[in-house]
């Protein structure tokens, strides 16, 4: 499939737009609802779009999406605890996904969604001061239809709409900020260190470690850093 590269006054105008909705906005719920259907009509090849802010323990707090079928691939990452768009916002880069029926990263997710009309993915993180705040995702019905131009788009996008998205957040709950958003302002080196740590004890895979440190964070109610931190230091994190 022939890949579209949008022309430089249009991304001008599109990034204008998305930022233009984000600007006007109070409601954090909202925005991201705006910014999902921006994104849909601003990357080409896309057929669904979507936009999610994460607590500590990869649960979202807020989302967007364009349509049903973006709604349950992404409620199927979230349940599972697995998907690009989890190791977007965990690992701080973008993840490009060619073919979700031929791509091993992510196998219960990609078993899951394999009736849905997606074949090929982008998710960039949400980075606001520095830190992943969440994610922003796009599919298409077709494999390979995405390259690194189109990622590049992603994260121009995704830039200053997380800093636009952290002052709404902030504004609207303080409270959910200073207890949520801020626990969640993890280092990437020390999940990746875990990660490691899991990938080397129990032979498995950098996303099949992830998977399980999001899945440990939630049963100990701990932050994402927190478990890793704790794998990192000697302490069996790693336990059930």
């Known amino acids: 499939m022939t890949k579209k590269q949008l022309p430089l006054d249009e991304l001008s105008g599109a ?10 906005e ?5 925005a991201v609802q705006n910014l999902s259907l921006a994104i849909k009509e601003s990357v080409p090849g896309t057929i669904g779009a979507g936009v999610s802010i994460l607590d500590s323990q990869a649960r979202r707090t807020s989302t967007g999406f364009t349509d049903s079928i973006v709604e349950q691939a992404d409620h199927l990452q979230y349940e599972l605890g697995q998907g690009p768009c989890l190791t977007s916002w965990a690992f701080e880069e973008s993840v490009l996904l060619d073919d979700v029926r ?25 980075m606001a001061n520095g830190h992943s705040i969440g994610a922003i995702k ?3 019905s077709e ?8 990622v590049s788009l992603m994260e121009l996008f995704a830039s200053p709409a997380a800093t636009l998205l952290s002052h709404i957040q902030s504004a609207e709950t303080p409270k959910r900020i200073s207890e949520g958003l801020q626990t969640a302002l993890h280092s990437r080196d020390m999940v990746n260190r875990a990660c490691g740590i899991l ?17 440990q964070s939630r049963n100990k109610d701990q932050s994402l850093q927190e478990v890793s931190a704790e794998l990192v230091a000697g302490i069996p994190a790693d336990r059930n």
Not at 15 to 24: A, E, H, P
Not at 106 to 124: D, G, N, Q
């Open 143 to 150: 494999p390979s239809v995405f390259d690194t131009a189109a």
């Open 199 to 215: 990938m080397e004890r129990h032979k498995i895979t950098h996303e099949r470690a992830l998977q399980q440190l999001i899945l």
């Open 138 to 140: 796009v599919y298409a």
């Open 26 to 30: 109070e409601k954090v719920d909202q």
């Open 102 to 126: 031929t791509d091993t990263r992510w196998p219960e997710w990609s078993a899951a969604v394999s009736a849905l009309p997606i074949r090929s993915v982008i998710s960039a993180p949400l």
């Open 15 to 24: 990034i204008g737009r998305i930022l233009g909705l984000l600007l006007t």
